[in-house]
């Protein structure tokens, strides 16, 4: 099934395996007859572990297995369970209310970095990936590939020889610094006897991963967990179907097929020319159209250097915000509420919006609705490494530009310090290149070349609400640099730009301090709760 790499299983595990997942072979498959905390636990596995799914749950879950699943992967019949009672409620109840109430976790495995943004883009899905941060990609896959998307398109294209052997020369950069940073890292932070040393260890190497991640192209290969409704998966394929990009059309294919093994009703309508036909016309129809217009319109702004910028927001926000507080607890209508407000001075209104905060105690303990009254909108020009993790906030309304060589790229300060910038510079300046030499032929695929390290420029929109989850989120020591730098700017600009100070101060867990080994108090706690059973990654 190329570009994929099959796994091979003993006969032994191919049994086990056939009664957990819709197939044995295919880089997508659904997890069915598992208790629903297995099926979590192995998502939440893939974050930190280079293995597949499948080894995980051969390796790590064997004995939390039902012992009496039946079998799903049979060869000489295909899997059909599950599909009469929906095809007879969807069929009598309509279909767009009750497709939100059945769902699936779906493995999406060797999955570019360029189709894990696309996954990932629905509201109504839960998503765990592959973290750059905890596996080091310096080794190769059984087949001796590094593990980067090899488009089919073009490698049989007359520069196919030279996209594998610049993306080899990427992957060969990021293992030599990686090697690097981790030696500069350990001698610049000496373990000082405070914690466990391999709470230490673990940090340095994270921190090591952090820097050298931005050599590692847009193609690099992850594996993503999705759990989503009928529903979600419906309108996740309209789109990946018109997609410009030919990875994403064909990982449509693969995952329907899948799927089709497990909520098959709740997908008819994607083979309907009336139905799924007219949408995915719809979509592609209206892009097509907007982005000739729009290309003749606007005029191209080119900034580069890391920015953010606060775009839009009301000034009257936090005005909004308190009127929202004395409607959701009075017995007023709207309007009386926004008068209320007026009437009120400084102290009262400071003395409302710190009742209705609370005492937090920690981040976790999040305000109610009424902080969703406004909103802020930022223009970001930020490296595609820290996009990738801002992206997934999928409460915010995210919109982003074609990743591309023009926006310059980030040197970690990390890497300047170990005197790695020219090897980083080098490497970068040779995914430009190679994306240069493929935009004319290719201009969907030329992304797959460029370093994380290169810059994106995306807008984020999100209520108070949200902006107070990501920013003290982002924003914790053990977060990336990149994005953490990003986070606190948001913050600055809410206070000052918007001048809603009062909404700002209420974030108090977001963290101005500085990074260091941020990992290491992450590492301790965890060490401190599991000290003798940390699977490896």
Not at 83 to 103: I, K, T
Not at 261 to 278: M, Y
Not at 471 to 500: D, N
């Amino acid at each position: 099934m190329f570009p994929y790499v099959t796994e091979s299983f003993s006969d032994d595990e191919a049994r086990v395996l056939a009664r957990y997942v819709t197939n044995l072979e295919g880089p997508v498959f659904a997890l069915v007859n598992l208790p629903e905390v297995v099926k979590g636990a192995l998502f939440a596995r893939y974050s930190r572990s280079s293995k597949s799914l499948r080894r995980l749950l051969l390796d790590e879950f064997a004995d939390d297995l039902p012992v009496d699943a039946p079998v799903v992967v049979d060869p000489e019949r295909p899997a059909t369970h599950a599909a009469g009672l929906y095809e007879r409620v969807l069929a009598d109840y309509g279909d767009d209310s009750v497709a939100q109430l059945g769902g699936v976790h779906l493995a999406c495995e060797q999955a570019s970095n360029l189709l894990t943004k696309i996954l990932e883009r629905p509201r109504l899905g839960a998503y765990l990936e592959q973290s750059t941060r905890y596996i080091p990609y310096d080794t190769r896959l059984s087949t001796g590939w590094y593990r980067y998307y090899r488009d089919p398109e073009v490698l049989a294209s007359p520069l196919g020889a030279r996209y594998v052997a610049e993306m080899d020369r990427l992957f060969d950069r990021y293992g030599e610094l990686f090697g690097r940073l981790q030696s500069d890292l350990l001698a610049r932070h000496p373990f000082d006897g405070e914690g466990s040393e391999l709470a230490w260890r673990r940090s340095v190497r994270a921190a090591a991963l952090d820097a050298a991640r931005g050599v590692l192209p847009a193609g690099t290969l992850s594996n993503v967990g999705i759990y989503a409704s009928g529903q979600t998966y419906e309108q996740l394929l309209l789109r990946m179907r018109v997609n410009p990009l030919p990875e994403a059309r064909r990982y449509a294919g693969l995952m329907l097929d899948e799927l089709r093994k497990v909520i098959p009703a709740f997908l008819t309508r994607l083979d309907r020319p009336d139905r799924g036909g007219e949408w995915s016309a719809y979509l592609e129809e209206t892009r097509d159209a907007t982005s000739v217009l729009v290309e003749r319109l606007a005029e191209e702004t080119v900034t580069p250097a890391t920015s953010v910028t606060l775009s839009a927001f009301d000034p009257a926000g936090e005005d909004d915000v308190l009127a929202g507080i004395v409607y959701a607890y009075g017995r007023c209508s709207d309007a009386e509420a926004v008068a209320t407000v007026a009437r009120m001075d400084a102290e009262t209104r400071r003395s409302l919006l710190a009742a209705y905060i609370g005492d937090r105690q920690n981040r976790r303990h999040r305000p109610g609705r009424a902080l969703e009254r406004t909103s802020y909108r930022f223009d970001i020009v930020a490296d595609y490494g820290g996009f990738r993790d801002l992206q997934r906030h999928r409460m915010c309304t995210v919109e982003w530009q074609p990743l591309a060589p023009d926006l310059g790229y980030e040197v970690p300060e990390s890497v300047a310090e170990a005197g790695a910038g020219a090897l980083f510079s080098e490497a970068l300046d040779a995914s430009a290149a190679l994306h240069d030499a493929l935009a004319p032929g290719f201009p969907a695929q030329a992304p797959y070349a460029l370093g994380m390290a290169h810059r994106i420029r995306f807008s984020i929109q999100m209520n108070a609400r949200e902006a107070l989850h990501l920013i003290e989120l982002r924003s914790s020591a053990q977060g990336h640099p990149g994005y953490r730098a990003i986070a606190l700017e948001m913050r600055r600009l809410i206070a000052t730009v918007a001048g809603h100070a009062a909404l700002a101060d209420a974030m108090r867990f977001a963290d101005p301090s500085p990074g260091g080994l941020g990992r290491r108090a992450a590492e301790q706690r965890s060490e401190d709760r599991h000290p003798a059973s940390r699977p490896a990654s």
